[in-house]
């Protein structure tokens, strides 16, 4: 499933974490079924060093906290979508083992964003939330409208290449 949803909020739960603001861009949201039981794909996600080996966007994650998960863990990761490159920095703001994982970015891009589990009938439903402002350099607004869909190709992308990690 990838939706982008203009203004409109993806979820209940996810309004009591990203509120509405017109000021702020669409939200994106990608989502996958994983073979796996949700502990098994949690257990993996909570591994947040390893997320550049599936996500194809990111280069590394570099840890800016001493502290390797759960609220209040902040990262660097460097970040290349085609020729475009950038250093994206955030901090999680929730952490609540096996269902839900959110951040605010804190780099160029602002923005929140959210991995959310839910025991599916054949292992894990994986949704990726995002809602990132584009910084003026990288076209503002009309830049947001423009890598909607290119975002969208990746995220799956990258929630699919999770999900093979189960296969």
Do not use: C
Not at 118 to 134: C, D, I, L, N, P
């Amino acid at each position: 499933m990838i939706r982008a949803l203009g203004n409109s909020v993806a979820s209940d739960s996810m309004t009591q974490r990203i509120p509405y603001d017109s000021a702020m861009p669409r939200t994106i949201e990608v989502s996958v079924e994983v073979p796996a039981p949700i502990d098994a794909v949690w257990a993996d996600l909570a591994k947040l060093e390893s997320h550049s080996e599936w996500m194809r966007d990111a280069e590394a994650i570099e840890f800016l906290t001493e502290q390797r998960e759960g609220v209040g863990t902040r990262i660097r990761v460097p970040t290349r979508v085609g020729p475009l490159t950038t250093v994206d920095e955030m901090e999680f703001t929730a952490w609540e083992p096996p269902h839900l994982m959110a951040i605010n970015h804190q780099g160029k891009f602002s923005g929140q964003g959210e991995i959310a589990l839910q025991e599916s009938e054949h292992g894990t439903q994986v949704t990726w939330r995002e809602k990132v402002k584009f910084p003026w350099t990288f076209g503002g607004p009309a830049g947001e409208l423009v890598a909607a869909p290119i975002l969208q190709w990746i995220w799956k992308t990258n929630l699919k290449a999770l999900a093979k990690r189960f296969e």
